[in-house]
């Protein structure tokens, strides 16, 4: 495997922690938006966690692909939504996303292994 991606999630909530006891009123308001802006409306949650790996891919973020490949199988995206919402990225990110759609589709496939075990 690449890497290990429940790990590396596990350990930046463990150190999001830190910035949530040293910044609590930034960390409230981001709280905020983050619910605010998944909640469902025009569209549901599957599809702005699909959005929100997309945007991790093009924009190259390790720790969101970590957060949104979960909270997109948790919201019940399939890995062919995945790879679907994959190829957009790569369209807008170009070569770079490719090597972070990889990513994230290792990731989708970890917590989708992680959550059948616990099933």
């Known amino acids: 495997m690449y890497r290990d991606w429940p790990h590396a999630e596990g ?3 463990r150190a999001l922690g830190d910035i949530r006891v040293g910044a609590p009123e930034t ?12 909640e469902p409306r025009a569209l549901d ?3 702005k966690e699909l959005l929100a790996l997309g945007i991790a891919v093009a924009t190259r973020c ?10 997109a199988g948790k919201a ?23 090597m972070y759609a990889a990513q994230a589709v290792e990731a989708f496939d970890q ?3 992680r ?4 099933a």
């Open 111 to 113: 917590f989708s292994a």
């Open 76 to 98: 019940g995206a399939t890995r062919d939504e995945i790879m679907d919402a994959m190829g957009m990225a790569i369209y807008m990110g170009a070569g770079p996303s490719v």
């Open 45 to 47: 949650t599957k599809t």
């Open 11 to 13: 350990e930046l909530s």
């Open 27 to 38: 960390m409230k308001a981001f709280s905020g938006l983050a619910r605010a802006a998944l």
């Open 62 to 71: 390790d720790g969101c692909i970590a957060f949104h490949a979960d909270a």
């Open 115 to 118: 959550r059948q075990a616990a």
